[in-house]
């Protein structure tokens, strides 16, 4: 059972556009999301985070929507840069105890064209 | 440096033998945390540490797997007996605690391929 889903496994934007990646939760414990980018052969890079109490959160040209009741949030990318294409991963944790760890989606590969 | 470092960054091993991967997370940090990541797929949780203390070890798929961070910095996970199935990168991650704004910052792994 999938917690967390990013159902496009790929993503192709063109350069100065608006990119935005998608991802999908089930389990209603979760209280906080965050979205990692990750570079082949590198690890996953912290990005941006939004509290379960917040429906919005920006740094730059990042901002994370999140629709609670919908369970679902949006990584907005403004505008999109070469150096933006990547795979983008989407996780979310539980602060108050249980399992420890994120949870991942399976990332999306966002693919910034010229 | 400033980063979480994993060693080896590439492990090759004979099905059946035993692997030691290291990590050396962020000074300061309490937090530690290791992952598997499969091809194509997102990393998955193996164990957490609070400084020396095993607190969460759910993600460890079999008894083969042992993690280990004895004086609350470096930690090793080793994999005994190691099979087909556990080829995969394992990430490693340190945070300054398990806040949801307290980050988890990534090593970039050790890629283990077993033959």
């Known amino acids: 059972d999938q917690q967390v889903k990013q159902n496009s496994p790929s993503l192709s934007v063109q350069e100065g556009r608006i990119s935005i990646l998608n991802c999908d939760y089930t389990?209603?414990?979760?209280?906080?999301f965050l979205w990692y980018k990750k570079y082949p052969a590198e690890g996953p890079t912290f990005l941006i985070s939004?509290?379960?109490?917040?429906d919005k959160n920006e740094d730059g040209r990042f901002t994370v929507f999140l629709n609670k009741s919908a369970k679902h949030l949006s990584l907005h990318i403004v505008p999109s840069q070469p150096g933006d294409s990547a795979v983008y991963f989407c996780?979310?944790?539980?602060?108050?105890?249980?399992?420890?760890?994120?949870?991942f989606g399976k990332g999306t590969h966002l693919i910034i064209q010229p | 440096g400033a980063g979480v470092s994993q060693s080896p960054r590439y492990k090759v091993a004979k099905r059946g033998q035993d692997v030691a991967l290291r990590c050396d997370p962020i000074?300061?940090?309490?937090?530690l945390f290791w992952y598997q990541q499969a091809l194509g797929q997102g990393p998955e949780f193996l164990t957490y540490?609070?400084?020396?203390?095993?607190?969460?070890k759910s993600g460890l798929p079999s008894d083969r797997f042992f993690a280990e961070r004895p004086e609350g910095s470096v930690s090793t996970l080793k994999i005994q007996r190691t099979q087909q199935e556990d080829s995969a990168v394992y990430l490693c991650?340190?945070?300054?605690?398990?806040?949801?704004?307290?980050?988890?910052?990534f090593g970039d792994g050790t890629r283990l391929s077993i033959l």
């Open positions: 991650a340190s945070s300054l605690g398990r806040r949801g704004n307290q980050p988890q910052h």
């Open positions: 389990n209603s414990m979760f209280d906080y």
């Open positions: 939004i509290s379960s109490i917040k």
């Open positions: 996780a979310a944790m539980y602060s108050g105890g249980g399992a420890d760890g994120l949870t």
């Open positions: 000074s300061g940090h309490v937090s």
């Open positions: 540490f609070q400084n020396e203390a095993q607190l969460d």
